[in-house]
């Protein structure tokens, strides 16, 4: 299928019209609920105040920024965030409630970049401009969304070999050096908004740096030791929204898909150059996202003798691992251990 940039038109006009729609609504019922608070969860009660006086409120879209803020704030926010545990980030759609949730915010932070085209529609219209906002775009250097041989974009094989314009990649906090770039701004954020917390905010900073910095060198150690050896390549049966990691580590890496790729059915084409790839490289292990179908990753690996596993991306988190309080450390922990069996090692 071809790309039809006719048809993308309408589809965004279509989609702008659709936001517009939400707000409205949005804009109602908060006016018939008084504008009060739409927290999931119960509000902590804290000593820091936001703009109507009651607990500093922090929304966030997905899970990397909420557990960012909840390891430099503790119990000192209340903090809201909008896609739920064991959602997949990219057939997330706002609702209403999380609208007024963004209104009444005192910080609200999300990602910024294609995938979240809503949340700058909601922003430009007069009733959010009071609505501070941070982007984790703009708190790291960026790379474009890159397009290996092989994968499948906009309904073809990329070559590999033809420039194009591209996308910047919007996943920032897969490496954990943006992670620690990131965290330094939102301590910021929060310092301004909260002066009394200010000595708390960093003191719990600099300890998860620490951790972050650990991480780091866990990583480095890894995709080194596998690069003097010459296994430094990846399989991913899936999306791709570890262009940081691998440009941060020096990895290579075949996929079937860009990080933020809507179009998600194989091809026999995809599906053979993977497959051949897997078997010419000796790849031991195939991996996959996490809240993906493992359908590609799996067929990869039954036909190369592989076994799959799942590398995180962070996006979000299995209600389960929420309820058992796994965050970014630990999620990335076990990335670790992955890329050790995925090289090798």
């Given at each position: 299928m071809m790309h039809d940039p006719a048809a993308e038109k309408k589809q965004k006009n279509w989609y702008r019209c659709s936001m517009a729609v939400l707000l409205a609504a949005a804009l109602l019922l908060s006016g018939?609920?008084?504008?009060?608070?739409?927290?999931?969860?119960?509000?902590?009660?804290?000593?820091?105040?936001?703009?109507?006086?009651?607990?500093l409120k922090i929304v966030t879209t997905i899970f990397p920024q909420y557990d960012f803020v909840r390891q430099i704030a503790g119990e000192r926010v209340s903090l809201q965030m909008l896609?739920?545990?064991?959602?997949?980030?990219?057939?997330?759609?706002?609702?209403?409630?999380?609208?007024?949730a963004i209104q009444n915010a005192d910080l609200f932070i999300y990602v910024g970049g294609e995938n979240d085209a809503w949340v700058e529609d909601i922003l430009d219209a007069p009733e959010m401009k009071q609505v501070r906002r941070l982007?984790?775009?703009?708190?790291?250097?960026?790379?474009k969304e890159e397009h290996v041989e092989g994968m499948r974009h906009k309904g073809q094989l990329c070559p590999g070999t033809e420039e194009e314009e591209e996308e910047n990649d919007e996943h920032v906090w897969t490496s954990p050096k943006n992670a620690m770039e990131i965290t330094k701004r939102i301590a910021e954020e929060l310092s301004a908004l909260d002066p009394e917390g200010r000595?708390?905010?960093k003191a719990n900073l600099d300890a998860y740096l620490e951790e972050l910095a650990a991480l780091d060198r866990q990583f480095r150690e890894i995709t080194q030791k596998a690069a003097a050896r010459g296994q430094d390549l990846l399989l991913f049966g899936d999306r791709f929204p570890f262009r940081y990691l691998a440009q941060e580590y020096g990895l290579q890496y075949y996929a079937a898909f860009p990080g933020c790729a809507a179009d998600t059915e194989p091809s026999a084409a995809m599906m053979?150059?993977?497959?051949?790839?897997?078997?010419?490289?000796?790849?031991?292990?195939?991996?996959?996202?996490?809240?993906?179908?493992?359908?590609?990753a799996r067929a990869v690996a039954e036909a190369s003798g592989a076994e799959v596993r799942v590398l995180y991306s962070c996006h979000n988190l299995?209600?389960?691992?929420?309820?058992?309080?796994?965050g970014y450390l630990s999620m990335m922990r076990k990335n670790a251990e992955t890329l050790q069996a995925a090289l090798g090692q």
């Open positions: 018939c609920t008084g504008g009060g608070s739409v927290l999931s969860g119960p509000v902590r009660e804290t000593d820091s105040k936001g703009r109507d006086g009651s607990a896609l739920k545990p064991g959602e997949e980030t990219h057939s997330y759609e706002p609702t209403p409630r999380d609208i007024i982007r984790l775009v703009d708190c790291t250097a960026l790379l000595e708390g905010y053979a150059f993977l497959i051949r790839k897997a078997r010419e490289e000796q790849i031991p292990v195939i991996l996959k996202m996490e809240l993906s179908s493992e359908q590609i299995t209600a389960e691992q929420f309820e058992a309080g796994e």
